[in-house]
């Protein structure tokens, strides 16, 4: 099992003036010490788990540019970009310069997004659920046909590209690794098993029956269940004291056991350092080989 770190709040002492060094100090400490990567929430309002729009929040890919210049081997991943927020041609071409300037660690992690509050407060795009989805599945076969280095006019019923040049190519072949984000049973997980080379869900009761359905539109799809990376968000709380690294390896555990093989989590205190490194040391070894 693999372990990431993920950072979707940036609400840390010492206010804006200090953002900067301390996300350094901590995606220096997780490239360092083993972590697998290094996420952000791709959200421009922060959502109402961790406080509301009012909480101090960054943009996902500028950040995840900064991040890059800071590290040189935890792959880079957002989580996850609402599909209707960027334009597909442009969105494949943010993640192709990513890819070329990390050297090969970025990911498109992808869904069809779900925050209306942000979207209407920032003027952002967010149609009803059933264009979102197929907004989703365009943005995506756009990117691939951009990774590929097929010129030719794309014609969709929400997109029209007269000619989706990408230069430089992508440096990752065939393309950065696409994750998509969300459990949707009869569409979401269906789009995973067309195009993506991994899942993002969450550790809900339902997890197992997820996965079911997931390894069920597999065969519909004529695509090898287990080609698909099955990753998972988390909340870390090793407790102040480290005293909960045991039952976080249990509950890390009962997630491989459904096949669950990169966990990727927020770390309680994280910008204080020691719990990454706690969690570096008692429980990134404890469960590499599960």
């Known amino acids: 099992m693999k372990i990431g770190l993920q950072i979707p709040e940036f609400d840390w002492p010492g206010g804006p003036a200090r953002t900067g060094a301390t996300l350094v100090e901590m995606v220096?400490?997780?490239?360092?010490?083993?972590?697998?990567?290094?996420?952000?929430?791709?959200?421009?309002?922060?959502?109402?788990?961790?406080?509301?729009?009012d909480r101090p929040l960054l943009e996902?890919?500028?950040?995840?540019?900064?991040?890059?210049?800071?590290?040189s081997r935890v792959q880079l991943i957002p989580t996850v970009t609402a599909a209707s927020y960027r334009a597909p041609g442009l969105l494949a071409k943010m993640v192709t310069t990513l890819d070329v300037l990390s050297g090969c660690r970025i990911w498109l992690g992808i869904g069809a997004g779900y925050f209306e509050g942000e979207a209407r407060g920032l003027g952002l795009s967010l149609p009803p659920v059933p264009e979102r989805?197929?907004?989703?599945?365009?943005?995506?076969?756009?990117?691939?046909?951009?990774?590929?280095?097929?010129?030719?006019?794309?014609a969709g019923r929400h997109f029209q590209l007269e000619r989706p040049l990408n230069v430089p190519q992508s440096l990752t072949r065939p393309h950065p690794p696409i994750m998509i984000g969300g459990g949707g049973e009869r569409k979401t997980l269906k789009l995973v098993a067309r195009y993506a080379d991994a899942c993002n869900l969450y550790p809900m009761p339902d997890l197992p029956h997820k996965l079911d359905v997931l390894r069920q539109h597999c065969v519909t799809e004529g695509r090898d269940y287990d080609t698909i990376e099955k990753t998972?968000?988390?909340?870390?709380n090793l407790g102040d004291d480290g005293s909960k690294s045991g039952e976080l390896i249990q509950q890390l555990r009962g997630l491989a056991a459904h096949g669950i093989k990169t966990v990727i989590g927020r770390v309680e205190g994280g910008h204080r350092i020691t719990p990454i490194e706690a969690l570096a040391r008692d429980v990134i070894p404890a469960v590499a080989d599960l």
């Open 133 to 154: 989805l197929e907004v989703l599945e365009e943005t995506i076969q756009i990117c691939l046909q951009m990774w590929q280095g097929d010129e030719r006019s794309f």
């Open 28 to 53: 220096e400490a997780a490239d360092e010490l083993g972590f697998h990567s290094i996420s952000v929430a791709d959200h421009v309002l922060q959502v109402p788990q961790l406080g509301g729009a």
């Open 60 to 71: 996902c890919y500028t950040t995840l540019a900064f991040i890059a210049a800071h590290t």
């Open 232 to 236: 998972c968000m988390f909340y870390f």
